[in-house]
């Protein structure tokens, strides 16, 4: 089992729509979890961190986690084509020293 | 204020040669980590360096190794490279109270041939 999957996609939303991106992991013990996002061609950048079971909002993104499932989500709020890109899904594991990364979403927002 | 800084951005080497990549943390980051990203998958991480020390490796052997400097740069060192050591390498800085807020650099894009 991998520690930390994400549906690879393509999603394709069209703009103005609500994109949802999903994640699930392995290591109940994990305390801390990421939303990273990649153009293509470029580096991650951190987008949205979480720590609490719940939700939590920054602009158009929601974060979502809920720990007894092992599972967190991104929701990306009035989707822009500007928003295309992988989103990778990090879970810290040993306390923070060590990140993995799942293997990312595809999402394409249609004009 | 500089972000993360890598050299160099593109690497082509030779099976078998050495290679040394470097890292400068985003002013403030005391914590660096080290991923390799192939095409089309996540980050596979590395190893992380604070204080100097090693603080957790990942699933790399021993051909991979590091070093971390007074200032919190930060090197990676590949020995005897193989093809599928072909790959991006990226370099991550964060603060020691906040060790999963990553920032990466752009990455050095290695090419063994």
């Known amino acids: 089992q991998k520690e930390v999957e994400q549906n690879s996609g393509p999603l394709s939303v069209p703009e103005g729509a609500i994109a949802s991106l999903n994640c699930t992991y392995s290591d109940r013990v994990s305390q801390s979890f990421f939303w990273y996002r990649q153009y293509s061609g470029k580096s991650p950048e951190l987008i949205m961190s979480?720590?609490?079971?719940g939700d939590k909002e920054d602009g158009r993104f929601t974060a979502q986690l809920n720990k007894a499932s092992q599972y967190v989500s991104l929701l990306i709020r009035d989707s822009q084509p500007s928003d295309s890109a992988t989103y990778l899904c990090?879970?810290?594991?040993?306390?923070?020293?060590?990140?993995?990364f799942g293997a990312g979403t595809r999402l394409f927002v249609k004009a | 204020d500089a972000g993360v800084t890598q050299s160099p951005t593109h690497l082509i080497k030779t099976r078998g040669q050495q290679v040394t990549l470097r890292c400068s943390p985003k002013s403030g980051h005391d914590t660096v980590s080290w991923y390799q990203q192939a095409l089309g998958q996540g980050p596979q991480f590395i190893f992380q360096y604070y204080e100097e020390e090693e603080r957790q490796r990942g699933n790399f052997p021993d051909r991979f190794s590091g070093h971390q400097f007074p200032n919190y740069s930060s090197e990676l060192n590949v020995n005897a490279l193989l093809l599928g050591d072909s790959a991006l390498y990226l370099c991550?800085?964060?603060?020691?109270?906040?060790?999963?807020?990553?920032?990466f650099g752009p990455g050095t894009r290695l090419t063994v041939t």
């Open positions: 991550a800085s964060s603060p020691w109270d906040r060790e999963g807020e990553q920032y």
């Open positions: 990090a879970v810290d594991y040993t306390g923070g020293f060590k990140t993995i």
């Open positions: 979480i720590y609490s079971n």
